[in-house]
Every structure is written in structure tokens, then in C-alpha cells.
């Protein structure tokens, strides 16, 4: 790849207390480039995904070894927090906060020390427009944020993620909640991102993948159940012809 | 018809009956409290009750104003010290605190539930009453509201603690994460994400801390002086209100009751119904408060 890198991992291992969910993963992840993570489910593809927001440290017993690093720097020499704020996440089902459409946009940067009311309002609107949702909902913007639709949710969740200034958007199967309207609404938002960030993406569906990604990387369980990386490369290649038996098998449906 | 069918039509008559059951009896004895207390209400008048500050049953003179005043001010000490005690323990609880450190927190807490509130009246008498005599005041002699606050402050945390707790452990944890994944810190969640979405919970856990206070008997006897005197500041400082000796509503009634007859044990049993309404009025407003934030 001639592509410039912009997250590099390093024979990476995770354990959640004894069980091994990730095997010796090595990977790296082009910058402005949307990389779909796919395979079965329970091969690790959210523990991968958490992984590059240090997220999986929350959970107690979980264990880590090899090296990840974003522009050449191991972020687990980073501060968590700092690390999070370059490396945001939009997970599988909505969360918005229960809060106002504007103050879950603005919870970010106000977090973050900005209180000044106009730039709240400028990055307020420039991310709700960025996710495609200011049209809907710039009219009451101190709605609540539960009642919106699932996909408007979602894309709220989305700006949310966005007013950080994020350098990376993490995804973890966004619209699978999602009927197939909001579904493509989300694809295209993503295609429209990825001039500005770097964009991992897990998914269980296959055609979104193919449709929506430039690299794929796919997983599968070994014996143990310990998730590993079976083949990686952009997705018209990996789509078209699989240089593995069991990827060829997985995207053919013939498995998983 | 299948067995099935009649034991849960059954099953809803028995829960319907029980339920039925608690709202009677408390219909009944609100009923009988009124109904104690009618004459008072009818002789003395619901101004002189309520507004009266001399309580003088020898001289027939009801005025409930300063035990509400009591009642209140006590109330209100309790909660400045022990809401944020109380809080700060339920965010250890729910939040910080690994599970070896909650493992013997959260039984202590408990425990504080279970000592009987004569106990929380001796260590008040014994402990805390020549510890707040030793303010240099002139007419400060350790018995009154600021004791009776800090013991009932240390009453009312467990139950505060405990509700709350759960509230915040009630958050679902979605929201935790979608905080952090914004690179806040823990902190900044708990202040801005989680505890806003456990609002209603606190809420029910302040009310159910101040009914518990407004209720409270024995402790109360026992450090807040019990003499009938308005609460007033004893020097040129407002804050030796807190100083003053006090009466409390409850404490009204359980002093004077075994010798009372007549028109005094009436206006005692109108002392019981004003104290149930004020423990109405602050469950209400609560609940009025949660819908207005909320909605
Ligand atoms: N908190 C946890 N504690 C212990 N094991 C976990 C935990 N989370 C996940 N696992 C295990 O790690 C493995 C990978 O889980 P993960 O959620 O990453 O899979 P996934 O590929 O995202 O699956 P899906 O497609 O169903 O979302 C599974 O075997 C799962 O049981
Ligand atoms: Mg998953």
C-alpha cells in the first residue's frame, strides 16, 4: 500500500481474562480511506474496533499485548482521554444522550472548555450539517434527542461524535438498527466523511462492504475462538477474488 | 376453563385486595387523625395553628408555628450536610469504588440503617452535644438544632445513599460509554451524562431522606432541646440560629402526649395532621419539580 498510514497495529493480542479474543492481528489503516471490518459473529470485530479508543480498558480483566500505533505514536503511551477525543466512535445502537439535540452536540467541545454561545452554535451547526441532519431538525434544535427516529438518532450521534474534530471515526455496525432508507442515508453521509477522517467500519452486511469501503479486512475464529485476521486488502480485490479459501467461503454466504 | 386461567384471574384479585388493603389503611389512619384533631382545628382556629408562636397548653394557647419552624430548619441542617455526604458516597458506590473497596463500604452504609434511632439520640447526647457546647456562644448549651441536624444528617444517609446508588447504577450503560468515547473524563460523565439521567432517582432519594427526617422522633428528643421557643440566632450572627434550641413537630407530640387530655390532645393530634401534610407537600412539589425539568 502507497497509501499514507494512519493507524498501524503490531502483532496485537487481547484476552478478556484467560480467553483469547484476538490473535496476533497486524494491520494498517490508510488514512482518508474507509476500512470495513467484516466476519462472523463473536471473531472480535468490536473488540478490534475499541481497541483504537482504548475503550476495551473499561471492562475489568482484559489484557493486551503487541503494538498499535496512530501516526507512528503507541496510544497506549497516550492519555485515554486524550487519545478519545482523536479517535471518535459512533456505536451499533443509538445513544444519544438523554438531552436536547443541541446540548448532545454541544456536550463534546463544552467538555472540552469551549463556552462561548456562538462558537457552541457554529460547531453546533456545522456538525448537525456535516451529519446530514440539520435540515431535519434545525427548526427544534432544544428537542429532546429520544425523540427522534432511530436514524436521525443515529446520525445525531454521529454529529455528536463529529464536533470533537475527531481525526478518526470508529463505527461499530451503525445501521444495523436501521430500516434500509436511514441505512444508505448513513452511507453516503460516510462516503462524505472520509475526505476529512480516517474511517473504520464494522459490518455484518456484506453488499454495504462492498458498496461503501475502499479496504476490507476480514475475520474469522480459529479453534479456540480467538479472533484473527484471515485476509486484508482493498475491497474491489478482496470482493472480487479472495486470495483465501475461507474468505472466498464467507462472502459466497457458503459459511458463517 | 383451564386451571391456568382461574389462578391468574385469582392472582390479580389477591394483588388488586392487597393493594386496595394499604391504600385503606392509610385512608384510615389519616381519617382518624383528622377526625382527633377536628376539634382543635374547630376551637383554635387554622390560623392560630398554624400561625400561632406561643405554645402554651396551660393558657390554652396553640400556636404550631414554631415546631414547623423546628421541623423545617432541622429538616434543612440534615440535608445541607448529609445530601452531599450521601451523594458522594452513592457516585463511590455506583462509580468509582472497585468492588473490594464497595464490598465494605456498601454493608457500613447499610448498617447505619439498621441502629435503632435511640442509639443515634445517646451518641448525640454523649458525643455530640459537649462537642457543640464548646462554641463560645452566651445561651449555646450544646442541645439543639445543629445537633440534632448532624444526627439526623447520619440518619438519613443510608437511605438517600442507597436509592441513589441504584439510580445511577439504573443508567444504562450506553451512556457511560458514549460520554467517554467523546474523550471526557470520567468525571466530566458522571457530572454531565450520568447523573443528569439518574435525576428522577435522586429526587425520589431526597424526598424519601426528608420524609425520613420530618419523621423522626427519638433522636430528635434527645439533642434538639425540645424547649418551645422560636429558633432564633443567639447573637448578631444568623447562623446561630443554628444554635438555638427547637422544638419539632414530632417531637411535640411524643413529649407531651401521655399527659394531655381534652383540647391539648386534640391540638396534638393537629399537630400529627400537620406534619402529614407537610410530608405531602414536599413529596408533591418534588414530583411537581421532576415533571417540570423533565418535560
Ligand atoms: N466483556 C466481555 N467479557 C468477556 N468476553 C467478551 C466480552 N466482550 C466480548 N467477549 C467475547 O469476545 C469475543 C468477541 O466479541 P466481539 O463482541 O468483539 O465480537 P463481534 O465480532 O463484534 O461479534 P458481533 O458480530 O456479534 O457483534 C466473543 O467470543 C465474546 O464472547
Ligand atoms: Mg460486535
Redesign the interface.
Given at each position: 500500500m502507497q497509501l499514507p498510514v494512519k493507524l498501524e497495529v503490531r502483532n496485537y493480542h487481547l484476552f478478556y481474562g484467560n480467553f483469547r479474543a484476538l490473535k496476533d492481528v497486524t494491520i494498517c489503516i490508510p488514512r482518508n480511506q474507509i476500512t470495513a471490518i467484516i466476519g462472523p459473529s463473536g471473531c472480535g470485530k468490536s473488540t478490534f474496533l475499541r481497541t483504537f479508543?482504548r475503550?476495551n480498558e473499561?471492562i475489568p480483566g482484559v489484557r493486551v499485548q503487541g503494538q498499535v500505533l496512530m501516526d507512528g505514536q503507541d496510544i497506549f503511551a497516550m492519555d485515554p482521554?486524550?487519545?478519545?477525543?482523536?479517535v471518535?466512535?459512533v456505536?451499533q445502537?443509538p445513544?444519544?444522550?438523554?438531552?436536547s439535540i443541541y446540548d448532545n452536540v454541544a456536550?463534546?467541545p463544552?467538555?472540552?472548555g469551549i463556552r462561548d454561545r456562538r462558537r457552541l452554535d457554529e460547531i453546533v451547526e456545522r456538525s448537525l450539517r456535516d451529519a446530514a441532519l440539520w435540515d431535519e431538525v434545525k427548526d427544534d434544535l432544544n428537542k429532546s434527542a429520544l425523540a427522534l427516529s432511530g436514524g436521525q438518532q443515529q446520525r445525531l450521534?454521529i454529529a455528536?461524535?463529529l464536533a470533537?474534530q475527531p481525526e478518526v471515526i470508529l463505527m461499530d455496525e451503525p445501521a444495523s438498527a436501521l430500516d434500509p432508507i436511514a441505512t444508505l442515508r448513513i452511507e453516503e453521509l460516510i462516503q462524505t466523511l472520509k475526505q476529512r477522517y480516517t474511517i473504520v467500519i464494522v459490518t455484518h452486511n456484506m453488499q454495504q462492504a462492498a458498496r461503501a469501503s475502499d479496504f476490507t479486512a476480514f475475520f474469522m475464529m480459529d479453534e479456540q475462538r480467538a479472533g484473527l485476521l484471515v485476509e486484508y486488502g482493498p475491497t474491489r480485490d478482496l470482493f472480487t477474488r479472495p486470495s483465501d479459501k475461507r474468505t472466498e467461503d464467507y462472502i459466497t454466504g457458503r459459511f458463517g | 376453563m383451564p386451571v391456568r386461567y382461574i389462578v391468574d384471574r385469582v392472582a390479580k384479585y389477591v394483588l388488586l385486595f392487597s393493594a386496595l388493603l394499604s391504600i385503606l389503611i392509610v385512608f384510615l389512619i389519616g381519617l382518624f387523625t383528622l377526625r382527633e384533631g377536628e376539634p382543635a382545628f374547630r376551637q383554635i382556629g387554622l390560623e392560630h395553628l398554624l400561625g400561632g408562636t406561643v405554645w402554651r397548653p396551660e393558657q390554652d394557647s396553640f400556636g404550631l408555628l414554631a415546631m414547623i419552624i423546628g421541623s423545617v430548619l432541622v429538616t434543612f441542617g440534615a440535608l445541607a450536610l448529609g445530601l452531599p455526604l450521601a451523594l458522594g458516597c452513592a457516585i463511590l458506590l455506583a462509580e468509582v469504588a472497585p468492588d473490594n473497596v464497595r464490598a465494605v463500604i456498601r454493608p457500613a452504609v447499610e448498617l447505619l440503617a439498621g441502629i435503632p434511632s435511640v442509639i443515634y439520640g445517646l451518641f448525640g447526647m454523649v458525643v455530640l452535644v459537649p462537642l457543640i457546647r464548646g462554641i463560645d456562644v452566651p445561651g449555646n448549651t450544646g442541645f439543639g438544632l445543629l445537633s440534632a441536624s448532624v444526627v439526623l444528617a447520619v440518619m438519613i444517609l443510608p437511605t438517600i445513599t442507597n436509592i441513589a446508588e441504584d439510580a445511577i447504577r439504573a443508567v444504562p450503560r450506553e451512556y457511560k460509554e458514549g460520554a467517554l468515547a467523546l474523550g471526557v473524563t470520567h468525571w466530566q460523565a458522571i457530572v454531565g451524562v450520568i447523573l443528569p439521567a439518574a435525576r428522577s432517582g435522586i429526587v425520589a432519594a431526597v424526598i424519601l431522606g426528608v420524609g425520613r427526617a420530618l419523621g423522626e422522633t427519638m433522636a430528635m428528643i434527645m439533642v434538639i432541646g425540645n424547649s418551645v421557643v422560636f429558633p432564633h440566632p443567639l447573637t448578631a450572627n444568623p447562623l446561630t440560629i443554628f444554635l438555638s434550641q427547637a422544638r419539632t413537630l414530632t417531637g411535640n407530640i411524643a413529649v407531651e402526649i401521655n399527659y394531655a387530655t381534652g383540647l391539648h390532645e386534640s391540638a396534638l393530634f393537629a399537630t400529627g395532621v400537620v406534619l402529614f401534610v407537610l410530608v405531602m407537600l414536599v413529596n408533591s412539589s418534588a414530583r411537581l419539580l421532576m415533571r417540570a425539568r423533565t418535560g
Open positions: 479508543n475503550m473499561l482521554v486524550e487519545l478519545r477525543q482523536r471518535g466512535m456505536f445502537r445513544n444519544p444522550f438523554p438531552k456536550y463534546g463544552r467538555a472540552h450521534c455528536r461524535a470533537v | -
